[in-house]
């Protein structure tokens, strides 16, 4: 163990010693009460990286009295696997065993069915760990057969206990600093307290030499994982929600990451139609105008523009409605596409239409929906921003088509 990791080294050895997952290894929590039952069964752990996804699946084995199996996508691949699931099948009457699958989200849809059959008839009892959203990355039926756990990353004081086992010698201000830049991996944590035993300084280590000896963790953040997702989530519903400075600062994490800044306009373009729509015409006009700047200053100067697109976007009035009323009107357009449209609108009309400028009002009042189809209403415009004046026109000629009716 000279040689290995710190992390490794560390590693808990008992349930007890497992910190920052103590809303399941807790009296209450699922992992303690399978353990008071002593019955194993098959677990999807879903967690950031670091926060104790292999530790937890180690000791479930051993607190279960298990052999534990370990695979990963990485090493090994189908034949590996098949190979361990024929030697269970063979020796049914050995030890009980949990067969660990880490990175499970490496193994393609098709792959995962491997499992299937297995965790059917309880050949094998699988733990299997992913860092992606399961609703992503597994197919739904491995997805029904474990039970998902779900970890949270390390808070600061598990942290601090963590780092409390360890003898180094820091200042307050640098202790404080090492944790927060771990960014709840403890994992990356210990990676850093090596680099500093690698220093061998003999002194206290203040906050200037911490920086120097240290580098910033990267931001979690990967265009196919589920960060990108959550990410570009928590901007639009920050700007849904109408608070500029949570939306900005979901805005910066992103461009900070290395975020496609076109990936975010067309994103802020959508939210300009879905979310305010005609309650400020001009948003749309904002984002085109915002993407156009974008284009001609380049990545360092246009994202500014994007900055000012997204406050303006948080801070317009917002409306739903011509999202919901295209929904409802492809539903119903879906469901009575067969019916021929009123022959007096036809592209060679019956001597019944009426041409609606030649009415006084600029509008006929006649009906234009099927003969068959009873009148529909899908738009419906809120008292917010210039939709209020969209609301007076809507109500304007439906006046005027009811009296004609």
């Not at 196919?224 to 997702?229: F, M």
Request: net charge neutral; aromatic share 8%.
């Amino acid at each position: 163990m000279s040689s290995a990791p710190l992390a490794d080294k560390l590693r808990p050895s008992e349930i007890k010693d497992l910190v920052g997952q103590e809303h399941l290894t807790g009296e209450n929590g699922l992992i303690n009460r399978i353990f008071s039952s002593q019955r194993p069964i098959s677990l999807l752990l879903w967690g950031p990286p670091g926060c104790g996804k292999t530790t937890l699946a180690r000791l479930y084995a051993k607190t279960l009295n298990c052999e534990l199996y370990s695979f990963t996508p990485l090493f090994h691949g189908v034949a590996d696997l098949k190979k361990h699931i024929a030697e269970k099948k063979a020796q049914p009457l050995l030890r009980r065993s949990i067969l660990f699958v880490d990175e499970i989200h490496r193994f393609n849809k098709a792959q995962q069915d491997l499992f299937l059959p297995y965790l059917e008839d309880g050949t094998i009892t699988l733990v299997a760990a992913t860092t992606e959203n399961p609703s992503f990355v597994l197919n739904n039926a491995l997805l029904s057969r474990l039970q998902v756990v779900e970890l949270k990353p390390l808070k600061e004081d598990a942290l601090a206990q963590i780092l409390s086992k360890i003898p180094l010698s820091l200042t307050k201000e640098a202790r404080a600093a090492l944790i927060g830049c771990a960014g709840g991996d403890a994992r990356h944590l210990l990676n850093m307290v090596e680099n500093i035993q690698t220093y061998g300084s003999k002194n206290e280590i203040n906050l200037t030499e911490l920086q120097q000896l240290t580098q910033k963790r990267a931001p979690l953040y990967d265009r196919a994982s589920d960060y990108h997702h959550n990410l570009i989530s928590a901007l639009h519903k920050s700007i849904r929600g109408s608070d500029p400075d949570a939306a900005l600062y979901y805005l910066s994490r992103m461009l900070i990451a290395g975020e496609d800044s076109r990936y975010i306009l067309r994103r802020l373009a959508r939210m300009a139609l879905e979310d305010i729509g005609l309650a400020d015409p001009h948003a749309v006009a904002q984002a085109t105008s915002c993407w156009d700047i974008y284009e001609k200053l380049g990545k360092k100067e246009g994202e500014l523009a994007i900055a000012q697109l997204t406050v303006y976007l948080a801070l317009a009035p917002k409306s739903n409605r011509i999202y919901l009323a295209l929904d409802q009107a492809k539903e119903l357009a879906n469901e009575s596409s067969n019916l021929k449209p009123p022959a007096h609108i036809l592209s060679r009309p019956s001597e019944d239409y009426i041409y609606d400028h030649d009415t006084p009002q600029g509008c006929s009042g006649q009906n234009y929906f099927p003969d068959d189809l009873p009148r529909q209403k899908f738009y419906q415009p809120v008292e917010r921003g210039f939709e209020r004046e969209m609301k007076k026109r809507n109500e304007y000629f439906g006046k005027m088509r009811k009296d004609c009716s």
